[in-house]
Structures are given as C-alpha cells and as structure tokens.
C-alpha cells in the first residue's frame, strides 16, 4: 500500500493561514489523496479529497504538487475549532482506506 | 443531516463475554468500513464491505472476531471471547460508493476487564 508522511505536530495562530504538508512519494497513478480530520472525542470527519487538480472547498483547500508525489492542506483561516488531528490518505483502486498517525494541530489564540 | 449510527456508545465487560457492536449505515451508503483507535495504535483498519460483501478482513483477528452485515441498514462486529487488550473505540464509517468520502459514527468505546 502506498504511504503518506506527515509531521507530527504543527502550531499555527489563531486567524492565520495553515498549511499542511502530505509527501506520498509512491503514490500510483489511480490513488485519489484523501484528507480527514479527527476532533477530540469524535469520529474521524472529512476535509476534502483530489486526484491531480487543486480543490477547494468550503472547508479548506488541496494543493496537489504536479508529480502528484506531496500534497498541502490549507486551512485558510484557522480558528480554535480547527484544533484536531488531520490525516492525509491514499485510497486506491482496492477501496481501503488506512489511517496514519496524522499531524496534530493546535491553534493559540 | 444523514448520520452513521453506533450503538451502544460505551460498553463494559468482562474478559471472555462476548461483545456485540452495531452500526446503521446512512441510507443508501453501499461501503461500511471498521476501525479501531487505540492510542498506542492509532486508527487501525478492521474491515470493510460493499454492498454487503467482505472486500477485505484481514485487519482482524480471525479467531475471535467477525463482522456481517445482515442487511443493508445493519453492520455488526463481534468479539467472542473478549479480551483486555480489545479495548479500544471501535468505529464505523459509510460511503456511498468506491472513492466517495467516509461518514463516521461517534463510535463505541469497549472496556474490557
């Protein structure tokens, strides 16, 4: 299965601009790039998702490197309700979906 | 909102009874997946279906797990006998169809004693 590599953890200020790095070097070419977030004490809920374009939604926004080999979640403003765990995940033609560690963010006010 | 429901939402029991965890898939959802969170493992993949059939269980322990879906409206995880090492939260998700994103339950947090 092809992997993703997130830092740990991250800090951002409140009302500020996130961005979240995701390398997944062997990615293969079908592997969509998905991104949840885990809130504490929750499900984990999903941000968005994208094959080779960038996306946006109303959430946040993927930026996908043209070798398709990093991808970067942006938060575009952050607040205090953003504070979770964010995982990004490759989810192939097998349909499975595998969760890594994730990066925690936390966000100061 | 169309959610995934979980019951029960905590359980407490003791080492080798058998536990019974269940799931409501949103309506029309043909994709039911199984996690469970610990936190030194993490979110760990168990099993999942689509519509209705095992695709892939080998993220279980085949001995005393099993995971069915009697009909389209109900998932079930069993573990009999439990264990200590089982507790966890355990989790469902539901999709609509392969690649749609995941919708999770609350999930069921299971202590074993």
């Known amino acids: 299965d092809a992997k993703t590599t997130q830092p740990n953890s991250m800090e951002s200020n409140e009302e500020e601009p996130v961005h979240l790095p995701c390398n997944h070097s062997?990615?293969?070419?079908?592997?969509?790039i998905h991104w949840y977030r885990q809130l504490p004490s929750q499900g984990p809920e999903y941000v968005i998702h994208?094959?080779?374009s960038n996306v946006n939604n109303r959430m946040a926004s993927l930026a996908i490197a043209e070798d398709r080999k990093s991808s970067t979640l942006i938060l575009h403003r952050a607040t205090l309700r953003d504070a979770a765990v964010y995982y990004c995940i490759l989810r192939g033609n097998n349909n499975d979906m595998r969760f890594g560690a994730g990066t925690r963010l936390t966000v100061k006010p | 909102d169309a959610r995934v429901t979980q019951t029960p939402r905590h359980k407490v029991t003791e080492m080798g009874q058998e536990v019974t965890m269940r799931c409501q898939p949103i309506?029309?959802?043909?994709?039911v997946f199984w996690y469970r969170q610990t936190m030194m493992q993490g979110l760990e993949l168990l099993a999942y279906f689509r519509n209705r059939a095992p695709l892939d269980d080998s993220g279980m322990p085949k001995d005393r797990f099993s995971a069915e879906m009697p009909d389209a409206t109900l998932a079930t995880l069993k573990i009999q006998p439990s264990e200590p090492r089982d507790s966890a939260v355990y989790f469902c998700?539901?999709?609509?169809?392969?690649?749609?994103?995941?919708?999770f339950g609350n999930g069921t947090r299971l202590t074993v004693t």
């Open positions: 062997t990615i293969s070419g079908t592997d969509y």
């Open positions: 998700a539901s999709g609509l169809h392969v690649y749609s994103p995941l919708h």
């Open positions: 994208g094959l080779t």
């Open positions: 309506l029309g959802h043909n994709t």
